[in-house]
């Protein structure tokens, strides 16, 4: 029988900032977040085909491509992203960065959670539903970052309605 390879099906991606504090509700930071995806598709390592940023925590929907790691990748990803966090909180003297201080052997700083949450997705049907929970997500009663999926601006929601890239890494889950 042969080895069915788990790094090359989309996936939905889940990684919440440490506490659920909201650090993701500043644009810079969401901005961090914006470029290393852009990093990672242009090295083609990565496929994005939706995703969310919230005040706290990200969705996505991704693929890692061939020849790539999906521990490898996520690992790249976040420890990016917490670096670029932790010089951008140093470089603007923010004394929100005091409460990312860890008592841990390997650090000092932690900004994301420790287990994100990587499902495969198998079915169109699954592939829907959790693209549509991405882009309705803004629109929760207790976010309310939103009247419509498309008018949140840190989304793939609006590139769905008008097939507009404004990040340049979205791919659509039908090409």
Request: aromatic residues 16%; charged residues 20%; glycine residues 2%.
């Amino acid at each position: 029988m042969a080895e069915i390879n788990f790094n090359y099906h989309p996936q939905f991606f889940t990684a919440t900032i440490l506490e659920w504090k909201p650090l993701l509700q500043t644009d810079a930071f969401k901005d961090i977040i914006i470029k290393s995806l852009l990093f990672l598709a242009n090295e083609k390592s990565i496929v994005v085909y939706g995703f969310v940023i919230m005040p706290n925590h990200i969705h996505l929907i991704w693929q890692i491509q061939d020849g790539y790691k999906r521990d490898a990748i996520q690992m790249r990803f976040l420890k990016f992203t917490a670096q670029q966090f932790k010089f951008k909180l140093l470089d603007t003297d923010d004394a929100r960065l005091s409460l990312f201080l860890v008592n841990a052997k390997d650090r000092q700083y932690q900004f994301w959670e420790r287990n994100s949450l990587s499902t495969n997705l198998w079915s169109p049907g699954v592939f829907t539903q959790k693209l549509d929970y991405i882009h309705n997500n803004p629109l929760q009663q207790k976010w309310q970052l939103a009247t419509l999926p498309e008018d949140y601006k840190y989304s793939s929601a609006r590139f769905y309605l008008t097939n507009e890239d404004n990040f340049g890494f979205l791919k659509h889950h039908n090409e």
